[in-house]
């Protein structure tokens, strides 16, 4: 069936900022309390989305959640107008403040786990929102994100938008980033390739191992997806270790394509035999492996060289790479990139660079903006429209972004309860402009 691959990325919010909050992400960590650039952030996001269009990629738009989260502190105890809970939150309870103001939910690859109909067993697209229970400023965003979804995809007889899992360490879910799928083209039936770190209640590694097996399996029964094209692997203890806190910090598939670190998985014989097996009559995988001796762990999560798109560009004959910019300024992952696309046949022959630098400093890369959906044409008319990038929204939205976000937001900037006022006037407007109703923030609906 004909269909097309859709990044829908997330709208960096106006609270981007350096807290530091994700444990086993080095770039978090190391970048804690520096000064972000919420203009620059959301900025860089929206050019990244214009330049997908402009290689003949569709292109979808998701919002950014109210921040602060108000209504969660309120469920705190905190009490007052808006801008009191805001005030008496920061003063009294800083760590709390900074997670009820995180910015996470640009990285729209952990918003849901996406199966295109043709692999669903009721011929519907199905979306599951993921818990996201392990760092509690993510916990908060399932709710939001389900609304997002629902907005987007409507129609029932076509869509199925799950609810997150419970949020217990057993079914601990982090979306897309630990899923990936292989099939012929977009719209054929694939191999749905779910990544796990851990089995419940198993023992942790040195950071936290953020998918359960038991959320895997879950997440594919809900999608009614057949035992016979599903496959569980494990991400290897060493990678979630070196910083690899999600899948796809060393992987990224699409299409036929799987491209991943010699260290990945924790059995990648394992791997590769089942997704051979699996795929017979549907189409032959090709497996493209970075040699540790290339590119180390290290190089790979400090670049992201992995947490990029693979992208088939209408008319090129291999997949293109759509990199960060810090994957050509670090000397092995580019010098791997030019023989990996000079190479004869290349399955990736192609490289285009971008620039994304205030989500990579809080470790966010290409990947981890973008949720891919596989929508067939009935499928995308059946969505609303208003979601859909096209040169108007886009010119709005950078117009909407110079007139709403602050150039700066140091520490010290964080408490200011004048925050709280330009963040609502923001987010109201923008639900103006992209279709999600004039109740759709909770802020919204008091």
């Not at 997330?10 to 960590?29: D, F, K």
């Not at 910090?249 to 299409?255: F, L, N, T």
């Not at 799987?258 to 997704?275: I, N, R, S, T």
């Not at 092995?332 to 205030?358: C, H, K, L, Q, T």
């Amino acid at each position: 069936m004909s269909a097309e691959e859709i990044n829908f990325d997330g709208l960096v919010g106006p609270t981007h900022n350096y807290a530091g909050l994700s444990e086993g992400n080095l770039a978090s960590a190391r970048n804690k309390d520096r000064i972000a650039r919420p203009r620059d952030a959301a900025l860089q996001g929206i050019a990244k989305m214009k330049r997908m269009r402009a290689m003949g990629l569709a292109q979808g738009v998701l919002p950014p959640h109210e921040r602060p989260n108000i209504g969660w502190l309120r469920s705190l105890g905190f009490a007052g107008s808006d801008r009191e809970v805001w005030a008496r939150a920061w003063e009294t309870e800083p760590t709390i403040a900074r997670t009820a103001l995180a910015a996470s939910a640009m990285w729209a690859a952990n918003a849901a786990t996406i199966s295109p109909s043709a692999d669903c067993a009721d011929g519907r697209l199905h979306a599951s929102v993921a818990n996201l229970q392990t760092m509690l400023h993510r916990l908060l965003e399932a709710e939001q994100t389900e609304r997002a979804l629902r907005r987007l995809m409507p129609d029932e007889a076509r869509f199925g938008v799950h609810g997150a899992l419970p949020p217990h360490d057993a079914l601990s879910d982090e979306g897309a980033a630990n899923h990936m799928r292989m099939a012929a083209s977009a719209g054929a039936p694939g191999i749905e390739i779910f990544v796990y770190g851990r089995e419940a209640h198993g023992a942790r590694t040195q950071f936290p191992a953020r998918q359960t097996l038991e959320a895997c399996r879950a997440v594919a029964r809900r999608h009614r997806l057949s035992d016979g094209r599903s496959v569980y692997a494990l991400q290897a203890a060493e990678a979630i270790d070196a910083g690899a806190f999600h899948n796809d910090v060393v992987a990224v598939a699409h299409e036929r394509v799987l491209f991943h670190h010699q260290d990945a998985f924790a059995d990648k014989a394992g791997l590769y035999a089942e997704v051979g097996t699996k795929a017979v009559g549907l189409f032959e995988p090709v497996f493209v492996e970075v040699p540790r001796a290339a590119v180390s762990l290290g190089d790979a999560v400090s670049s992201y060289l992995f947490n990029s798109q693979l992208v088939s560009v209408p008319g090129a004959k291999a997949l293109t790479l759509i990199a960060p910019s810090e994957v050509r300024e670090n000397n092995r992952a580019s010098a791997f990139v030019r023989e990996m696309i000079a190479a004869p046949d290349a399955a990736i022959g192609a490289v285009e660079y971008v620039e994304v630098r205030e989500s990579m400093r809080n470790g966010g890369g290409p990947a981890c903006l973008r949720l891919r959906i596989v929508m067939t044409a009935a499928e995308r008319a059946a969505a609303a429209p208003g979601f859909f990038l096209d040169d108007a929204l886009g010119r709005t939205l950078e117009a909407w972004v110079r007139k709403h976000y602050r150039e700066e937001l140091a520490p010290g900037d964080l408490g200011d309860p004048a925050l709280v006022d330009e963040t609502q006037v923001a987010l109201d407007e923008l639900t103006n402009i992209l279709p999600l109703g004039s109740d759709f923030y909770p802020f919204q609906r008091v």
